[in-house]
């Protein structure tokens, strides 16, 4: 029993099952239908609005083309329009031109009847010229034989102007040997008077190593221990023996200040500093003073910067001055390269800086030899102080002494060269720029010319703080050969110099 109540309940299980299933199949049928009807629906809606886009669009062609035509319409009546107008305008220039033809052909008919008269004219011109040229030949023989007439008179007069020249240039010739004859005996006189001239300052020289010696002797006589034993020849082996005699020394300390200064005077400066001023406290007294160092100045010209800066500067350090010797010399170390590249600061570039020969002579250099570039740029610089040298802060701050730069340079025969130089004036940290120059003259080109060329500048009341001078300069060669064929450089300098 309770087997047929399950088979019955599985039976109405299935026939839920297959009423749900007819019941989904059939939901499923009604959303195909809903589905395939909204898709009609909007296929239809769409088809409409194509077809009302597509009649917007014809009524858009139509109205445009409506314009266009209009307008084409339009236009074509303006071209009719324009072409009657020009056709109108051409009947009045063809009228015209019709007119100036004629007007043209009454011209020339006119032009040739006045051609024929000028051709009569011209004829009976002609024929007058031929006339006139005829007489005018009668004249010019006559003419001729006239200017043959005079030629001949001229010839005459130049044959006798030259025989007068020619003794003119005898008497000339005479007068110029008379006159060669005369600086000859000048020449003479005047080799005479140098040979004089020279025999009397080899006597002021002869007079000036004897004084020196003696002064010599002098000095040596204030210390005669010192003297003694430094003019005996050093040998350890040799036996101590009793000096040799020497002649008495001169007691100078007795002598007054005034001549003692003047008997120093005499010594170089050097010996003066590193010499006698050891000898007592006196003679240090005298050569830091002025009175040795003023006669010196007003001696010899080279030291005459020594007045003047005694003149700038009340009290100026005598010893230091002439012992460095600061003013009117050059304080650029090695300038000509004839110790190679000591005190310069080298930067190579090619080949290399080279140092050979000059070229040609460069008048006062102290070595006749130059500092030659490669095929790049080769950078030469040098430190200048000018505390080191010999001047002193007083000086350069207030009275700024003119500070002279010059240079030299040139190029090889059948190469160019290029250069440039700049000169800074520094503060004391090295760093600071007071004042500069700059130059950057014109390559030289492929020539001959092997001169140098000189490159210099004054620096005047450029202010306060200057205590060291930067020089730099460079040069190459502008056809970039492999060696040594750029600028050549030589005598540089820096020099101070007191007015």
Same mark, same amino acid.
């Given at each position: ?59 858009? +062609? @139509? $109205?445009?083309?409506?314009?266009? =035509?209009?307008? *084409?319409?339009? #236009?074509?009546? &303006? !071209? /009719?329009?324009?072409? %009657? ?25 006119? +032009? @040739? $009847?006045?051609?024929?008269?000028? =051709?009569?004219? *011209?004829?009976? #011109?002609?024929? &007058? !010229? /031929?006339?006139?040229? %005829? ?25 006798? +102007? @030259? ?11 005479? #007068?110029?040997?008379? !006159? ?320």
């Amino acid at each position: 029993m309770q087997q047929q109540e399950s088979e019955r309940q599985l039976m109405e299980q299935q026939q839920e099952s297959e009423r749900q299933l007819q019941q989904q199949q059939e939901s499923r049928r009604q959303l195909m239908e809903q589905e395939s009807e909204r898709q009609l629906q909007q296929q239809q809606e769409s088809k409409q609005q194509l077809m009302e886009q597509e009649s917007r669009r014809q009524l858009q +062609q @139509q $109205q445009e083309s409506r314009e266009q =035509l209009e307008l *084409r319409e339009q #236009q074509l009546m &303006d !071209r /009719e329009r324009q072409l %009657m107008e020009q056709q109108q305008e051409s009947r009045e220039q063809w009228e015209l031109r019709e007119q100036q033809l004629m007007d043209r052909e009454r011209q020339l008919m006119e +032009q @040739q $009847q006045e051609s024929r008269e000028q =051709l009569e004219l *011209r004829e009976q #011109q002609l024929m &007058d !010229r /031929e006339r006139q040229l %005829m007489e005018q030949q009668q004249e010019s023989r006559e003419q001729w034989e006239l200017r043959e007439q005079q030629l001949m008179e001229r010839e005459r007069q130049l044959m006798e +102007q @030259q025989e007068s020249r020619w003794q003119l240039e005898r008497q000339l010739q005479q #007068q110029e040997r008379r !006159r060669q004859l005369e600086r000859q005996f000048e020449q003479q006189q005047e080799s005479r008077r140098q040979l004089k001239r020279q025999r009397l300052w080899e006597q002021q020289q002869e007079s000036r190593r004897q004084l020196e010696r003696q002064v010599g002797l002098l000095f040596f006589g204030a210390r005669p221990e010192r003297a003694r034993l430094s003019a005996l020849p050093f040998s350890p082996d040799r036996p101590q023996s009793a000096p040799p005699s020497l002649p008495a020394p001169l007691e100078l300390n007795r002598l007054p200040d005034e001549l003692l200064a003047l008997i120093l005077s005499w010594v170089p400066g050097r010996a003066l500093v590193t010499r006698c001023r050891l000898v007592c406290r006196r003679w240090r007294d005298l050569i830091d003073g002025p009175t040795v160092w003023r006669l010196q100045g007003e001696r010899w010209p080279r030291l005459g910067a020594i007045l003047v800066a005694a003149r700038l500067c009340p009290s100026p350090q005598w010893s230091r001055i002439g012992l460095l010797e600061p003013f009117g010399r050059n304080l650029v170390r090695n300038p000509c390269g004839q110790d190679q590249f000591s005190h310069w600061q080298v930067e190579h570039g090619g080949n290399g800086w080279n140092v050979e020969g000059n070229l040609c002579p460069v008048e006062g250099a102290p070595a006749q030899t130059c500092f030659v570039s490669s095929f790049q740029w080769c950078v030469k610089s040098q430190m200048v102080d000018l505390l080191e040298e010999g001047l002193w802060e007083e000086l350069l701050d207030n009275y700024q002494p003119e500070i002279y730069i010059s240079d030299w340079w040139g190029a090889r025969q059948g190469a160019g060269g290029v250069y440039s130089i700049c000169v800074k004036l520094l503060a004391a940290n090295r760093t600071t720029v007071i004042a500069e120059f700059q130059a950057n003259p014109d390559r030289l080109e492929q020539s001959n010319d092997s001169q140098y060329h000189q490159v210099s500048y004054r620096f005047r009341q450029y202010g306060r703080g200057v205590r060291y001078v930067h020089f730099l300069h460079k040069g190459k060669d502008i056809l970039f050969w492999r060696g040594h064929y750029g600028a050549r450089i030589t005598n540089s300098t820096v020099m101070v110099k007191l007015n």
